[in-house]
């Protein structure tokens, strides 16, 4: 079909694509003919931050974070006329011992590990048999909830997951309104996994910062776990995140804005747990546990791989000082199996179930490598050397004002594009060190580091367009605007104070 104007049949759609084409041709060119060699052998000049900032511009505009890492790798061939990116910088990022480590704790161990729990029941079962036993109230519903989050921290979609298809049957039979309870899921996702290190995300992160810019100060993957965990004390925001959704769970908090406020009055006074306009958002693929037939659901089959992962990651740190998460996710997967044949369970399901948890985060394996790629742009091109070559000396004279900066641009640009790990992809590799330069002080670069970290998950937690705020709103059964709207402020409250104490403290010490 074709509208009066000949935009809405075919020939509309292939006039848009065609004006894409020409548009992408004519930015070819002038990329083309605007370059030049790099200055002294650092970098190329404004262009060296180019691919970056497209990948933040396209971001903004499709909202596709996918689109926008590779389309930044296929700026910086153009900038190099090394128009081969698979050869020139696809395989070489991708295909190293570190990115390969984190692809199998990532999308093998942790994926595996969620697809068998949903294989045996493991975590629904764990879930219920608390419930049954220690939840009475709202109150206890909410804070039951928030103890699911911190339990599952692995972060982003996976905590969102596990915790929303564990707890609603309890809080819809304890009347907590699904605003509420879609708050406290998804407040306790990301943020939590900012702040408990055990899990994937001092790994991620620690691949985006082990680059050459950063050599002199954070030289190999220890030294950069060392940064991200030595940056949580001032991760403000997902400490406050954190203490906020307690709070609330707890009906503590002295305000809780208008939207939340509503949602609440209404459901205490009629029951009602969505508003009359809502449209909850309801997956069966996220409610219903897909247990093996034949197999009996127990207690076993989510204590033994958690204390196999917990007890693996976190005894030899306070033993010798070494964090091992490839470790601990592998024998936590290799566990959660031998249980489950042991119990019963055919090794056919076993196997389904690990598979079925690989599908379930391969997109999140194809952001990794391509955000791992990016970076790598980025080091070629000399980004940083020029960003700091032009910035230093300003932010010199009022260098205070940096992480809460950082922290605002990460809210913004995570809010638009709905990625946290995306943000940090297009972020880190320019901004740490540009920290370093304007002051090598080592709480000032932690500052920016946690700044960094908080900003950008406030986005993801916020935006109506990132997984975790759809995840939660589906899990839940909410609205997934009622869901943004109600959390906003709260969210916006815990961010406004994280910048107020960035600001006082780089004052402090600068």
């Known amino acids: 079909m074709t509208d009066a104007d000949g935009r809405g049949g075919p020939s509309g759609v292939l006039r848009r694509h065609a004006w894409i084409v020409v548009l992408l041709f004519c930015i070819a060119i ?18 060296s931050i180019l691919p970056a900032l497209a990948a933040l511009a396209i971001c903004f505009v499709t909202r596709n974070v996918i689109l926008a890492l590779f389309m930044g790798v296929v700026i910086g061939g153009l900038i190099t006329t ?34 068998l729990w949903n294989r045996n029941g493991g975590a629904w079962y764990f879930a219920s048999w608390v419930s049954e036993r220690f939840v ?15 339990l599952f921290h692995q972060g982003g979609t996976i905590s969102t997951v596990l915790t929303g298809t564990t707890v609603r049957p309890v809080a819809d039979r304890e009347g907590v309104a699904h605003e509420e309870l879609a708050y406290v899921v998804d407040s306790t996702a990301s943020p939590i996994a900012t702040v408990i290190p055990f899990n994937v995300w001092p790994v991620y992160v620690g691949g985006l910062i082990t680059i050459p810019a950063l050599a002199a100060h954070i030289p190999d993957r220890d030294a950069a776990v060392g940064w991200f965990l030595s940056a949580i004390p001032f991760n403000f925001y997902g400490l406050f995140a954190v203490l906020f959704t307690l709070l609330f769970a707890l009906d503590k908090l002295p ?10 009055e209404r459901v205490l006074a009629t029951g009602e747990l969505d508003s009359p306009t809502a449209e909850p958002m309801i997956a069966k693929e996220l409610t219903t546990v897909n247990v093996a037939p034949g197999y009996t659901p127990s207690l076993v089959d989510f204590f033994v791989p958690i204390l196999v992962l917990m007890g693996v990651a976190i005894v030899p740190y306070f033993v010798a000082g070494r964090l091992m998460i490839f470790e601990a996710f592998g024998l936590a997967l290799v566990a959660s199996i031998v249980v489950s044949a042991l119990r019963g369970m055919r090794v056919r399901d076993a196997f389904d179930g690990l598979v079925d948890g690989i599908k379930g985060v391969t997109v999140g394996a194809i952001i990794l490598g391509l955000a791992v790629t990016l970076a790598g742009v980025s080091d070629t091109l000399g980004a940083s050397a020029w960003v700091i070559e032009i910035s230093a000396a300003n932010l010199t004279a009022v260098p205070w004002v940096l992480p809460g900066v950082l922290m605002l641009l990460c ?46 998950v406030f986005g993801d937690q916020c935006s109506p367009i990132s997984d975790t705020t759809i995840l939660a709103s589906l899990a839940c059964g909410a609205d997934l605007m009622d869901h943004v709207l109600s959390q906003l402020p709260l969210a916006l409250g815990a961010a406004g104070i994280s910048i107020a104490l960035y600001t006082g403290i780089a004052l402090a010490i600068t």
């Open 136 to 150: 009475r109230s709202r109150r206890s519903a909410l804070f039951f909830s928030w103890l699911m989050g911190i």
């Open 255 to 264: 305000t809780i804005g208008g939207p939340m406020r509503r949602a609440r």
């Open 30 to 47: 002038g990329i083309y003919a605007a370059r030049r060699e790099p200055i002294a052998g650092e970098h190329y000049g404004w262009l």
């Open 411 to 456: 809210m913004l640009v995570s809010f638009s594009v709905g990625s946290s790990w995306g943000t940090y992809a297009v972020v880190f590799p320019i901004a740490l060190p540009l920290a370093f330069a304007v002051s090598a002080e080592p709480t000032y670069v932690l500052l920016c580091f946690a700044a960094i970290m908080g900003g950008a």
């Open 82 to 115: 090394d128009y081969n990116i698979v050869q020139a910088f696809l395989i070489p990022n991708i295909g190293t011992p570190r990115f390969a480590e984190i692809l199998l704790v990532y999308l093998w161990a942790l994926g595996g590990l969620l697809g």
